[in-house]
DNA sequence: AAGAAGCGCAACCGCGATTCA
DNA sequence: ATGAATCGCGGTTGCGCTTCT
């Protein structure tokens, strides 16, 4: 029943990788293509598990890796998508081409939360340091950071959440794209105008819920959790799918109905 | 100059999900 | 249907290099 053993660990290499054994396992994945990591050792000549194999050539081997420092632009990008996904490293470096999981996740660990703590904002959380856990919670708005001035980004945030504390919208401002808890709306803009359009046409408000699987491009599957009275099919109407769009394409995740795993590199 | 402390990063470990005999 | 092996991920460790005292 079941498989044979992976590897004969007793026989295997550990610690760090020599010049020889990079170049064993470069040449044997150019020649048969990657895939297959149980068997590759020994036909590689490679006194390695399938493992240490596969994790040599991801994070250090493969010909498509960036090197070097990040960028501004990447480290921004990093913090927001942190923000959304949390610790998910290998869906944030399926949004940073040339990066890995391995790579990001050092880099968040040794820069990153350094950076954000500079700013007074607390890694885990994304929110400010010395906010209450009391406070109430405000929401990720999708904003795309281009506005004119941080007076316009106060004018936004006191239309979208009217009685907001003065010191919210400061720290906001300073850092406009980061959410201060882990909630998603639909972008202000649009949220406004879709607000105008329904009133406009029902004489009345009307906002529907959204769950954070659907706003991620879960709809309808089984980890949509949400429900949508109006349709009893959860998450699915169009009004919604317009805003799921548009969340991902204020992070850089622009797509029709894609499902967040497909962010993955494979 | 030398030892301590801090930092960065490659590699390992353990676990959950998936695959397959 | 079952259970062991494999895959892939996130957390952690260890080591070499740099900076500080």
Redesign the pocket.
Known sequence: ???????EKSHT?????TKEEDERLIAYIKAHGE?????LPKAAGLL?C???C???W???LRPDLK?G?FTDEEDELIIKLHSLL????????GRLPGRT???I???W???IR?KLLSRGIDPTTHRAINESSTQRVTSISFTTGNYKDIEDEKMNIKAEFGTIKEDEISSRAQCPDLNLELRISPPYQQNQQKRALEQSSTGSWRISPICFKCNLGLKKSKDCSCSDSSNGNGCSSSRNTSMNIAAYDCLGLKTNGLDYRTL???
């Open positions: 029943m079941g498989r044979s053993p992976c590897c290499n550990k610690g760090a990788w895939g297959c990591w149980r068997s390695r399938g493992k240490s596969r994790l040599r991801i994070n250090y090197r420092n949390g610790n998910k490293w290998s869906l944030i470096a999981d391995n790579e996740k050092n880099y660990n040794t820069h350094r993955e590199t494979k």
